[in-house]
């Protein structure tokens, strides 16, 4: 397990960055834009040998609990019990870890061993997945969506991400360009899924990349604007991932990093979306803890309708808590015996935090009322002409003025701030939304045929047995079509 100090080292790989409206980034670890979150990962690996943190991240004295094969339901909850430990520390903010990145690994390989049709790349994704839970490299994901100005040529032929340019004996040169996907700056390796419309020989072309190999560019999103003062923005300023986009021009990518699928094979859904949920749940429980916490600092432990919002957040969070509970305990299995979550449980959960996402957001904002708005900082309470008044305003009942500001303050930043805003916008694109998590959820019920010819047993006369295969058969439409428009 590497420390915190070999993961900055390994980011100075010769990679080519370029984070919008600040241009070019020569070194991720020292760039303003990115330094911050390249400690936040840093601390991420040095939590693993920190003696508070050894019986929740790992599974005995060396090994990380998510470099174990999760085959039984005990192991997927000591698994999710260190990604709502990990994930809550951020407000569920940093959805995509070393951890993360070890999930996509095991559903690469249990996909090119379900697919079958080349041996020779179920052995590379083996031995790659096994070499990056030895060496904790930062393995990320892209489905391989096109960027929008592909989609819009006029040739549909032209409108895949990625194209092969030409073939050799040691692998292809793939050109194109992969549309957003989280963390490009800070992870070593992207997994680029079947969604890039790649075809080779029949098949769909995936693969893995290193992020400083010669011919890719990493392209970020603008920053999450937040003030430069941590007491004004306490999670934006250190927790901001960078979505962004990959061009690669002519890029070899060797064959023991190719990976050919079906274009309907999802090569990671049976463990990322469990992942995410848990940075959804994060999300809501850390809003819930600021607004207990609020409760007490605004003097609202007493208010009916302050305690009646507070119970709201409970049943909304607790819901998806339980629906992750049974996920866990209720799993499904691979035909290698890995162990995965079980997505009607996933489903429901996630519908159910897109349903409460805003609403949790909006209590958190109404609770403390105004005072959220007009909270100083602590350079106002520190200025000796203003100090004295500050006190007075928001001091008392127990707090300083600087303890409830820093506490409104931490409020305002998780859910007023841009950082807010990019997880509301980014969240509901980046897996299809509601629309999709119905499909998912009508595809993963199992149980329609059974339900439905157990009460037609009450019926005194004889029926036909329903077949309702038709249902979770029936294909996923289309998240957006985009057509030119001329």
Sequence with gaps: MRTGTDYKAALRDGRRVWVMNDGAVEDVATHPATAAMVETYGAWYDR????????????????????????????LRKLGASFSATTFLNAGNVTHTPAYGALIALGLETAVRAYGKFPDQIEHAAAYRQALLASGRFLTFSSGQAPVGFRMRTDPAERSALRVVRETPEGLYLSGKVGMFTSPAYAEDVYIGANSACEHNGHRVTCIVPLNAPGVTIL????????????????????????????????????????????????IARWLFWHQLYCWVSKGDYALGLALALTDAMGLTQATPTVDLLLDMIVDTQTVRTCLTAAELDPSFTPEGFCYPNHTHIAVGSLAMLSARQRLTETLRILPGSSMIVAPSDTDLAAPTMGPGFEASFGGGGYTAAQRSALLQ?????????????????????NG??????????R????????????????????????????????????RQVAPTR
């Design 410 to 430: 931490l409020a305002w930043d998780h859910v007023g701030s841009a950082l807010d805003a990019r997880e509301s916008v980014y969240e509901l694109h980046s």
């Design 48 to 75: 693993h040998f920190d003696p508070a943190w050894r019986d929740l991240l790992l599974a005995d004295a060396n090994t990380p609990v998510w470099a174990v094969d999760p085959r039984s339901a005990a192991e």
């Design 444 to 479: 993963s019920f199992s149980r329609y045929n059974e339900l439905a010819n157990a009460v037609l047993r009450d019926i005194a006369i004889p029926v036909p047995e329903v077949d309702l295969g038709a249902i979770p058969a029936a294909p996923v439409a289309p998240r």
């Design 433 to 442: 939304g509601v629309p999709i998590w119905r499909a998912r959820l009508r």
């Design 220 to 267: 970020c999103r603008k920053i999450s604007a937040h003030d430069k003062n941590p007491f004004l923005s306490p999670l934006s300023q250190r927790n901001d991932e960078l979505d962004g986009q990959m061009w690669l021009d002519n890029v070899f990518v060797p064959r023991d990093r190719l990976f050919f699928l079906d274009a309907n094979v999802d090569p």
